[in-house]
Structures are given as structure tokens and as C-alpha cells.
């Protein structure tokens, strides 16, 4: 599977994004899907994780209650809702597809888009 992140872009601290994941190739729904995001600097993290049949897994602490993963399956598409953004969520953001089951676990992910910058200014 191909994926293609896009939606990322540069917003005050407070605003909201929405990025977009799609894929292509085949059996899609077949795939649980995470975001993922890596600071200047730091590691590669988890963000969110949603399984095949679109519920949230993981959600991780830092954005709680402000970030919401949802898939389309018909679409192809895996969303991340931003809202109440922060400096510190100023990253790359990734998608990454990981066949049949559920992880947290970024080695665990083969598939890989090409990710897209979230800027965050105060």
C-alpha cells in the first residue's frame, strides 16, 4: 500500500488542522493505521492509532482530548483531527499502515508516507 500525508501547514497555537492520509492499492481496510510525528531533534513518536474497522486504539497522552484519529475505508483515507494546537505539536507528521493488527509500535509499521510539517507558532 502507497500512502500520501498532506494537510500539514503553518497555524497560531490554538488553531486546528486536519490531515489527511491516503492510500492506494488494495484491501485497505485490511490495514490498522497510525500517526506518527518527529520534532527537530527527537525521536519518531505514536500519536494516534485506529484499527481496521475505524476505532481509536491509542491516543497519546500529549494530545488527548485535542487530537482525533478516524478512517473512511471507503475513501482510502485515515484522518488526524488537530485542534487546540501547541508549539510543542510542531513536528513532521506521518501515516503508517500496519497489516491486520494493532500497534503502537513504529518498527512494527511497513508502510510509510511521506510525512507533513505542522507548524505551530505562539
Known amino acids: 500500500v502507497q500512502l500520501q500525508a498532506s494537510g500539514g501547514g503553518t497555524v497560531q497555537a490554538g488553531g486546528s488542522l486536519r490531515l489527511s492520509c491516503t492510500a492506494s492499492?488494495?484491501?485497505?481496510?485490511?490495514?490498522?493505521m497510525g500517526w506518527f510525528r518527529q520534532a527537530a531533534g527527537k525521536e519518531r513518536e505514536v500519536v494516534a492509532v485506529?484499527?481496521?474497522?475505524?476505532?481509536?486504539?491509542f491516543v497519546a497522552d500529549s494530545v488527548k482530548g485535542r487530537f482525533t484519529i478516524s478512517r473512511d475505508n471507503a475513501k482510502n483515507i485515515v484522518y488526524l483531527q488537530m485542534n487546540s494546537l501547541k508549539p510543542e505539536d510542531t513536528a513532521v507528521y506521518y501515516c503508517a499502515a500496519v497489516a491486520q493488527y494493532e500497534s503502537t509500535r513504529i518498527n512494527d509499521y511497513v508502510y510509510w508516507g511521506q510525512g507533513t510539517l505542522v507548524t505551530v507558532s505562539s
Open positions: 492499492g488494495r484491501s485497505f481496510s485490511n490495514y490498522a
Open positions: 485506529i484499527s481496521r474497522i475505524g476505532r481509536s486504539i
